[in-house]
């Protein structure tokens, strides 16, 4: 079983759906990061939390450390949303990140 | 723009030959992360820099592996004697303070390593 795991691997939505993703993880962390992978490979963090919510534009990403879960949201999903999105956590203890496989999410239009 | 940088883009090897990735991070970011990513997987941890420290190298597969960051900018990740399982991208990501993964981290574009 993978420290981190996301489900689901692959999401298909119509243009303007809300989008859910989840991370789930096994051990006791200090931080957790959502990123996005392009599809043209290039990486982006789109949030690093260790509590509570965040918002920015369209995308909601929220924790609830004592389920160790972890949700990122997309409002009005837009074909341009269409990537991989990649929760990874950071450990209590050690320097690493521990990243999930990824979500791919297409957006049709 | 001044983001993470990395050399070369590409590199295709023959298996046992030398390889040496390049990677520029943000000017003035303390910490430097490499990463390995398989296709359709996501990043693995190999090693990570504090300046001119290497602070964790528990992800660095075997001893062909070595990376360096003499100055506390530019780092290098030298792949000794390639072997085809060593092909993957290999990722470089920079964040400004010394806190390790709890920093936002900034993300190369990677080298694709192709080891024939």
């Known amino acids: 079983k993978n420290e981190v795991e996301q489900s689901p691997q692959n999401l298909t939505a119509q243009e303007g759906e809300f989008i859910t993703i989840n991370c789930s993880y096994s051990v006791g962390i200090s931080a957790l990061h959502w990123l996005q992978q392009h599809p043209g490979g290039g990486i982006v963090s789109l949030f690093m939390?260790?509590?509570g919510k965040k918002k920015h534009g369209r995308l909601i990403a929220t924790i609830n450390i004592q389920e160790k879960h972890s949700s990122l949201h997309i409002t009005a999903s837009h074909p341009r949303d269409s990537a991989v999105y990649i929760c990874?956590?950071?450990?209590?203890?050690?320097?690493?990140?521990?990243f999930g496989e990824g979500t791919q999410l297409t957006v049709n239009p | 723009g001044a983001g993470v940088s990395q050399s070369p883009r590409y590199k295709v090897t023959k298996r046992g030959q030398d390889v040496a990735l390049r990677c520029d991070p943000i000017?003035?970011?303390?910490?430097l992360y490499w990463y390995r990513q398989a296709l359709g997987q996501g990043p693995e941890f190999l090693t990570y820099?504090?300046?001119?420290?290497?602070?964790?190298k528990s992800g660095l597969p075997n001893d062909r592996f070595s990376a360096e960051r003499p100055e506390g900018s530019i780092s290098t990740l030298t792949i000794q004697r390639t072997e085809q399982r060593d092909s993957a991208m290999y990722r470089c990501a920079s964040s400004i303070g010394p806190r390790g993964a709890t920093d936002t981290q900034y993300f190369g574009p990677g080298t694709r390593l192709t080891v024939l």
């Open positions: 939390l260790s509590s």
């Open positions: 000017s003035g970011h303390v910490s």
């Open positions: 820099f504090n300046y001119e420290a290497q602070q964790d």
């Open positions: 990874a956590v950071k450990e209590t203890s050690g320097s690493r990140l521990t």
